[in-house]
């Protein structure tokens, strides 16, 4: 089985501001890592996702993801957000092995809010 | 636009009544997904198709819940008496073959049982 901790629902950031969005796993196999994004109104976009290889991820508009092994975390990064960051933010992993559905399993999301 | 699509993009019902929800994938794309996103949540998967076939079901999915894929390309999800508690966003997803593979998802059906 396979869990996803987001444990900010919710994070408030100034314009041009870095921000970090916290994710954590727990799985007892191999897993993808993946951050989708979802805009008001719109479906999930993916951002970025870490198959295997270096560990930094670089994925659309400026984000990047480091995958920390030891500590099952998926941290999403961007140094200067833009009022058009502001979307619901959620990560999730998906079985590694071959042969299976690879459904991903998702956080509860963090809302991302960037003001002036 | 050759995305995933989904109808209708609402659905507003009674308690009781049958709902049936359409998915159309990326033409090439073999497998097909459903989840289901409740307000403050993350998706849950329901389901997955590869090509025509269901190869799993979550146990979120009642008996009331059935889901088709006819000749592996659109898939139907329905739901039979339904209850309060469906009321939810459910979105449809699809991928090429490989594990890892992005899904790409659709605009999703937003569901109230009245």
């Known amino acids: 089985a396979q869990s996803v901790t987001q444990l900010d629902s919710q994070v408030p950031v100034f314009e041009e501001a870095p921000v970090e969005l916290r994710c954590n796993y727990s799985?007892?196999?191999?897993?993808?890592l993946f951050w989708y994004v979802q805009y008001p109104n719109q479906g999930l976009q993916l951002l970025l996702k870490?198959?295997?290889?270096?560990?930094l991820v670089k994925g659309i508009n400026g984000f990047e993801a480091e995958f920390n092994k030891s500590q099952t975390s998926f941290h999403l990064r961007k140094p200067s957000v833009h009022i058009s960051d502001t979307a619901e933010y959620f990560c999730a992993v998906s079985d590694r092995g071959t042969g299976t559905a690879s459904k991903l399993t998702f956080g509860t999301g963090t809302r991302l809010q960037v003001t002036l | 636009d050759t995305g995933v699509s989904q109808d209708p993009r609402h659905k507003i019902t009674k308690r009781g009544q049958n709902v049936t929800f359409r998915c159309d994938p990326i033409s090439e794309h073999n497998r097909l997904y459903w989840y289901r996103q409740t307000l403050g949540q993350g998706p849950e998967f329901l389901t997955y198709f590869q090509n025509e076939a269901q190869l799993e079901k979550s146990r979120l999915l009642s008996d009331r819940f059935s889901a088709e894929r006819p000749k592996g390309s659109f898939s139907t999800l329905e739901i039979q008496r339904t209850e309060q508690g469906d009321s939810a966003m459910y979105l449809c997803?699809?991928?090429?073959?490989?594990?890892?593979?992005?899904?790409?998802f659709g605009p999703g059906t937003r569901l109230t049982v009245l």
């Open positions: 870490y198959l295997s290889g270096s560990t």
């Open positions: 997803a699809s991928s090429p073959g490989q594990p890892g593979n992005e899904q790409f």
């Open positions: 799985s007892s196999v191999s897993v993808y």
